[in-house]
Every structure is written in C-alpha cells, then in structure tokens.
C-alpha cells in the first residue's frame, strides 16, 4: 500500500516569512495530493490540492509543487501570518475513487508575530 | 447544512460499553470515509466507502470495530466492548470522487 513520510515535524516561522512542508510517498500509482489544515479542536480542512499531471499550482499565499520522478510533494506558504499557525497534513491516493487517502504525519506550523 | 455532519460531537462511555458514532456526509457524495486520530497524531484510516462497492475495511484495527453506510448516505462507526485505547477523534470524511471534506469530528472518552 502507500505510505507517505512528512517533514518536518514541527517549524516555527517569523511572520512574513515562507514556510515549506515536504512530503514523499512511495506508490508511483497515486496522482491525487491535497494538503489540510488543521487548527485546534476541528476536523482538517482541504487548502490545496494537486494532480500528477500538473507540476506546480497556486492559490494566493499558497502553492504546491509535485516531483512525481522523485515522488515527492511540497507546501509553500508565503508571506506567512499568525493565522496561518495550525496542523498541516499531505495526503496521497489515486483518483480513480478506489482507495482511501493516506495521510502523513503531520507538521505543526508556528507562525511568531 | 452544507457540511459533513457528525454526532455526537463529544462521548464519553466505561469501558466495556458499546458506542455509536454518526456521519452525516455531504448530499451527492459517494466515497465517505472513517479516520481515527489519537491526541496530537496523524490521520489513522480505519474504513472506506465507495458508492456500491465493497467497503475496504482494511483499517479497523480489531474486530470490535464495524462500519455500515445506510442508503449510500448516513454512517454509522460502533465500537464494541470500548478499551481505553479507543480514546481519540473519530473523523469523517466525505467526497464525490476526489476531494475530501471533514466533519468536525467526534471526541471519544473511554474511563
């Protein structure tokens, strides 16, 4: 099945600044990778998410880039502000609608004003 | 409402006891699916549903656990004879096809 490693565990970022979160996973089948949000006490929450046949996609402050050769994926958060601070998780599958999506770990975001 | 709905919001039972928890997914939406998330962890897939399919029940960690979708809509997660290890948030999701929307989740307490 899939696995999906992310890191880092935890980054702490000074407002303004960019954050990245990597990920990687290892079944070359998956062409599905959203990331979540997750702030304290609610469910995750769909910010970005990209396809296989795409290499880079932006939404405003946010943008993920997909190696699929290397098989890895990556969060970029510009000009970051304080509430942006929460739970960031990656997740992998494939989209045909067959298989669940696997999560990583997760990386807890601190954005210091 | 136009969210994933989930009840109750917090449950606290003995161990030993029975407990259900509900989704309501998102009208339309044939995939919905259970996570389980202990205290500051990641997502832990527990099951799958996808339209008439099958249900990939890969994930339920024991035989306690069990999952049934209604109608292809509402969905119930029981856990029988609850261990304090059962202790977390329950999360379901919902999809059409590929992304997927979260509930707000369901807090289980095991004393």
């Known amino acids: 099945g899939e696995n999906v490693e992310q890191h880092p565990s935890t980054l702490s970022v000074q407002e303004g600044d960019s954050a990245v979160i990597k990920c990687t996973y290892s079944?070359?089948?998956?062409?599905?990778f959203p990331w979540y949000k997750q702030e304290l006490g609610k469910g995750p929450q769909l910010i970005i998410d990209?396809?296989?046949?795409?290499g880079e996609k932006k939404d405003q402050r946010i943008a993920v880039t997909l190696n699929k050769t290397a098989k890895h994926f990556s969060l970029h958060i510009t000009e970051t502000q304080p509430e942006d601070s929460a739970v960031y998780f990656c997740?992998?599958?494939?989209?045909?609608?067959?298989?669940?999506?696997?999560f990583g770990s997760g990386t807890r975001l601190q954005v210091q004003p | 409402g136009a969210g994933v709905s989930q009840s109750p919001s917090n449950k606290v039972t003995e161990k030993g006891k029975d407990v259900e928890l509900r989704c309501d997914p998102i009208?339309?939406?044939?995939?919905l699916y259970w996570y389980r998330q202990s205290l500051g962890q990641g997502l832990e897939f527990l099951i799958y549903?996808?339209?008439?399919?099958?249900?990939?029940k890969s994930g339920l960690p024991s035989d306690r656990f069990s999952a049934e979708r209604t109608g292809g809509s509402v969905s119930t997660l029981t856990i029988q004879r609850t261990q304090q290890e059962d202790s977390a948030v329950y999360l379901c999701?919902?999809?059409?096809?590929?992304?997927?929307?979260f509930g707000q989740g369901t807090r289980l307490t095991v004393v």
């Open positions: 999701a919902s999809s059409p096809q590929r992304r997927a929307f």
């Open positions: 079944d070359s089948a998956s062409n599905y």
């Open positions: 990209i396809r296989s046949n795409v």
């Open positions: 997740a992998a599958t494939v989209d045909t609608g067959r298989r669940a999506l696997t």
């Open positions: 009208s339309g939406h044939t995939a």
């Open positions: 549903f996808q339209g008439n399919s099958a249900p990939d």
